[in-house]
C-alpha cells in the first residue's frame, strides 16, 4: 500500500479522489507570495507551519494488458475457417505458435469429421522452441460429406489443447448444356394468406418476403458426358448443386490469367449477377471453373477466390444458383449412347431483386401498362359470389352479396429483351404474388364516344350499351382510360351517369380531360379495373437467351378503395 499527494498534471481541471481540490485551496497566482498574504511585515521573521501529509489508502488491482492475449499461450491463426460453398478444391494457410518462453512439445493431433481434409503438419511428438512459430496448411477437397464440420484437437504437454474449426458445404457443378429445343422455365412462387370477408373485403398477408423459385431444364446428353452425368445423379442427386442459368450467358471481353480475380465481363443486362452469387467459365462440360462473385461493377465481376486457369477472350460465361433436384428424377434412354433428364431444379438461395418504384400509379395503386399479346383469343371468367339457400321442399333462394361479379382473365405477354424482363420481374416482385392489386385496363374497346369532349368538360356521352341500367356506378365498371391515337392515355373515374334517351349516355368523370378531344381521336376506350393476381406462382417461360414468354391469371377485386 502506498502513501503520499495525488495530484493533477499541469492544465488538468477534473478532481481526482476529492483531493485536488483541498490542494487548489493553497494555491496562489504569484510567488513568490507577497508579505501581506503571509500575514508579515517587513523585517518580520517567517516560521512556516507544519502540515501533515494527506494519505490516502487504496486497493491496487491489475491492469489487463495483451501480455496475457498472447504470451504464456499457445495458439493457431486462425481458431476457425468458415468456407462457405466449397465449389473447387480450396487451400487455407495455418500459423501454430509457442507463446511460451520455454520449449512445448505437440504430443499428439486428434481428427473430427476431417473426411476430404488433409493437413499438411509437423507429424507429432514435435517440440516447439520458446516463441517458435510455424507454418502449416490445410487443403479441402470436393470428395466427402456435403455439409463440413471439421476439429483439429492439438493436444500439448501438460494436458493443454487448442483447436481448429473448420466448416461450410461442398456443392458440385451441373456443367450439361441445356437444349434449346425446348425452353427453360423459370418459375417464381410466393405465398399470400388471404382472409376474406363477407362483402367480399380482402385482408392479405405476405408469408415470404422472398420468392422461391424453381428453374426447368432440358439436358440432352451422349458418350461420355452422359456417363458423368448419370453419375451425379446417382451420388450427389439428394445434395446441393451449381446450376448455371442458361439463359443469360455472355462471354470473356478479354482474357483471363491464373491468380486474376477480376474477370473482365459486360453485365448491364445480366441482373442474375450479385454479391454471394456463383459465376461459370465454360469451354465444355468437362473444362469449366466456379467461381463466388465479392462485387459487380458494370463491365467486370470480381471474384472472392483468384482464378485458377487460363481463359482466353469469348469463353462462356453463365452466372449460376444453388440448387437441389426433387426425390424422383426421370431420365429417357434414347439409344444405348443418347440420353435425355427433363430436370427441375429447386432454388436453394434465394434471387433478390429491386422492386424500384411503380412508374404510373392511379389512385394509390400501380398501372400495369405492359401491351398483352392477342395473339389468340384471351378467356374472361365471370364468378359471382351467391349464398344459395335450399331447403329443398320450397323456392329457392339466391344472395347476391356483392351484386357484381369477379372477372377473372388469363394474361400472355412477349419479352424481347432482358432489359423488359427485368422490369417484368420488378414487377412481380412489387407484387408479392396475391399480396398487392394493380390496376389494369380491360384493352378492350367498351365504349365509343359519341361527341366531342371539352377541354373543361367534366362528362361525355357515348353510344348506349346499356351503362346506367346494368353497370352502374359500381367498383370493376366506374373507372375508365381513354387511349388517344396520339398515344396519350388518359384515366377518369366515373361519378354519374345518365341514360339521354337518343341512344347515348352521358358519364360524368372526377376531372375534366383538359384538352379538346373529338371522337376520331379515341383509339379505345376502355373500363380500368383493381385486379390481383389469381396465384402466387408466375412461370416465364425463356424461349431465347432473349425472348421470354409469360403468361399468369388475374382477377378482380371487390372493392377498389
Not at 205 to 227: F, K
Request: a negative charge; glycine letters at 8%.
Amino acid at each position: 500500500m502506498k502513501q503520499g499527494h495525488q495530484v493533477l498534471s499541469p492544465g488538468q481541471q477534473d478532481s481526482i479522489n476529492n483531493i485536488t481540490p483541498q490542494l487548489f485551496e493553497y494555491g496562489l497566482a504569484y510567488w513568490p507570495p507577497f508579505f501581506s498574504a503571509m500575514g508579515l511585515s517587513f523585517g518580520d521573521q517567517y516560521q512556516p507551519e507544519v502540515i501533515d501529509i494527506v494519505s490516502v489508502n487504496r486497493a491496487g488491482y491489475w491492469v489487463r494488458t495483451f501480455y496475457p492475449d498472447w504470451y504464456e499461450n499457445l495458439h493457431i491463426i486462425p481458431q476457425r475457417i468458415v468456407l462457405g460453398n466449397v465449389l473447387t478444391v480450396q487451400v487455407r494457410d495455418l500459423e501454430v505458435w509457442n507463446g511460451y518462453y520455454g520449449p512445448m512439445t505437440l504430443q499428439q493431433i486428434q481428427e473430427e469429421g476431417t473426411e476430404g481434409l488433409e493437413l499438411d503438419a509437423d507429424e507429432p511428438p514435435r517440440e516447439f522452441a520458446p516463441l517458435e512459430s510455424r507454418m502449416w496448411e490445410v487443403s479441402i477437397g470436393l470428395d466427402g460429406p456435403p455439409a463440413i464440420l471439421a476439429f483439429y484437437h492439438l493436444l500439448w504437454e501438460g494436458d493443454r489443447q487448442i483447436t481448429l474449426r473448420i466448416e461450410g458445404s461442398r456443392v458440385v457443378t451441373w456443367p450439361h448444356r441445356h437444349n434449346w429445343r425446348v425452353p427453360i422455365l423459370d418459375r417464381y412462387e410466393w405465398l399470400t394468406d388471404i382472409m376474406t370477408a363477407w362483402d367480399g373485403t380482402e385482408e392479405r398477408r405476405a408469408l415470404r418476403n422472398l420468392p422461391r423459385r424453381v428453374m426447368e431444364h432440358l439436358c440432352t446428353l451422349q458418350g461420355r458426358e452422359a456417363a458423368a452425368a448419370d453419375a451425379k445423379l446417382w451420388g450427389w442427386a439428394g445434395r446441393v448443386f451449381a446450376v448455371p442459368v442458361w439463359s443469360d450467358r455472355s462471354r470473356l471481353a478479354a482474357e483471363v490469367s491464373p491468380g486474376m480475380q477480376t474477370i473482365p465481363l459486360d453485365v448491364t443486362d445480366l441482373r442474375e449477377y450479385e454479391p454471394g452469387s456463383l459465376v461459370l467459365i465454360r469451354r465444355a462440360w468437362d473444362d469449366f471453373e466456379i467461381a463466388e462473385v465479392a462485387a459487380v461493377g458494370s463491365d467486370f465481376l470480381e471474384l472472392d477466390q483468384p482464378i485458377e486457369n487460363p481463359w482466353p477472350a469469348g469463353t462462356e460465361v453463365y452466372p449460376a444458383r444453388l440448387a437441389r433436384l426433387p426425390l424422383e428424377n426421370t431420365v429417357q434412354r434414347i439409344t444405348p449412347n443418347l440420353g435425355e433428364m427433363q430436370l427441375r431444379w429447386e432454388a436453394d438461395d434465394r434471387r433478390t431483386v429491386d422492386p424500384g418504384e411503380a412508374v404510373t400509379t392511379y389512385r394509390g395503386h400501380e398501372v400495369l401498362t405492359m401491351r398483352p399479346n392477342r395473339n389468340q383469343a384471351v378467356p374472361l371468367t365471370y364468378q359471382r359470389t351467391m349464398d344459395r339457400h335450399d331447403n329443398q321442399t320450397g323456392v329457392v333462394v339466391l344472395d347476391d352479396r356483392p351484386g357484381r361479379p369477379r372477372v377473372g382473365q388469363q394474361l400472355s405477354f412477349v419479352i424481347k429483351t432482358r432489359a423488359d424482363l427485368f422490369d417484368f420481374l420488378a414487377f412481380l416482385y412489387r407484387r408479392q404474388g396475391r399480396r398487392h392489386p394493380f390496376w389494369m385496363s380491360t384493352w378492350q374497346t367498351d365504349m365509343e364516344v359519341a361527341a366531342v369532349i371539352g377541354a373543361a368538360a367534366t362528362s361525355f356521352d357515348i353510344r348506349a350499351v346499356g351503362f346506367s341500367r346494368f353497370y352502374g356506378v359500381t367498383t370493376g365498371r366506374r373507372d375508365v382510360e381513354f387511349l388517344l391515337e396520339s398515344g396519350q392515355v388518359l384515366r377518369r373515374r366515373v361519378v354519374a351517369v345518365e341514360d339521354l334517351g337518343d341512344g347515348t349516355e352521358r358519364l360524368s368523370i372526377d376531372t375534366a380531360l383538359g384538352q379538346t378531344v373529338q371522337p376520331g381521336d379515341v383509339r379505345r376506350l376502355s373500363f380500368l379495373t383493381l385486379q390481383r393476381m389469381a396465384s402466387d406462382a408466375v412461370e416465364i417461360s425463356r424461349e431465347t437467351a432473349g425472348v421470354a414468354r409469360v403468361t399468369f391469371n388475374t382477377r378482380s377485386l371487390d372493392h377498389d378503395e
